[in-house]
């Protein structure tokens, strides 16, 4: 008799990457497994040995080494499909997802829907589906990614649309940046008391060695000043730094140009 591949919960594992990447590793009970953003092959290929896992999907956000610079090492192992951004800087392996295309991973029994959420980098995708979003280095817990090939016009597009998907989603993102990104919200917005929880309760986890993702959305709607450009308290403290902030895009760049240089 064929398993029922929906018969077992989803897992999601975290593989530990770099200083503080994250490499999301997905199984379901079965052998085949799909990876998020795998930056370095070594660690990837252990723990698919560890768990007994075949590689069959990977999924890649952006086009920086530490997301997609192990998929050629992976390939060499494995036969998998890589879903990545439409951007010439992957390689020939990838296939070009955009806005609104639909990812089916058949062996995992899960379908991710493409958001185009550029700014970080001009193609940066997120993955979005089963309550979960894979969001790369665009949306971060308490933060958001530097603006390397875009403008706070589009960040402010990609929170909006983000901003949209269900409180209760999971975010998964490619960096171990919580307890930084509070220190900076927290200058924002000292007075958010769901923002003073959550640095209590991340500087636990990290204090402990454990991670602070996933996240989730409600609690990023809560708690991440570049999710709330249009909070007055969160205008507010813009203003002070560039008195011609607003709501929307030009706090959005005030925040980030003073966490840049913070
Ligand atoms: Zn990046
Ligand atoms: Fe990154």
Redesign the pocket.
């Known amino acids: 008799m064929s398993q029922n591949k929906t018969s077992h919960a989803l897992e999601i594992d975290a593989i530990p990457a770099f200083d503080d ?1 994250y490499i999301w590793l997905l199984h379901r009970g079965g052998k085949h497994a799909a990876v998020v ?1 795998p ?1 370095d092959a070594d660690p990837v290929l252990q723990a698919l040995s560890d768990r007994g896992l075949e590689l069959r999907t990977i999924l890649i956000t ?1 086009h ?1 080494w ?2 997609a610079g192990g998929v050629p090492d992976l390939l060499r192992h494995y036969q998998a499909r890589v879903y990545g951004p439409d951007d010439e800087r992957l390689g020939d392996w990838n296939q070009a997802c955009h806005e609104g295309d639909r990812v089916s991973l058949p062996e995992l029994d899960l379908h991710f829907e493409v958001l185009d959420v550029p700014a ?1 980098t001009r193609s940066h995708i997120a993955f979005h589906g089963h309550g979960l979003l894979f969001s ?2 665009t949306l971060f817990s308490v933060g958001c ?1 530097r603006f390397f090939e875009g403008t706070p016009e589009q960040m402010q597009l990609a929170m909006d649309k983000l901003r949209q998907l269900p409180a209760q989603t999971a975010v998964y993102c ?2 171990e940046y919580t307890e930084s990104n509070c220190q900076f919200a927290l200058a924002v917005e000292p007075d958010n008391t769901a923002l003073q929880a959550r640095y209590a309760e991340v500087k636990a986890l990290r204090s402990g060695g454990q991670r602070t993702l996933p996240s989730t959305l409600g609690a990023e709607l809560a708690t991440n000043p570049f999710l709330r450009t249009r909070e007055p308290a969160v205008v507010a403290a813009a203003q002070e730094q560039d008195q011609r902030a607003r709501a929307g895009s030009s706090t959005m760049a005030t925040l980030r140009a003073w966490k840049d240089r913070s």
């Open positions: 990447n953003d930056g952006h920086h530490d997301h970080h790369g280095d990614g490619g960096h």
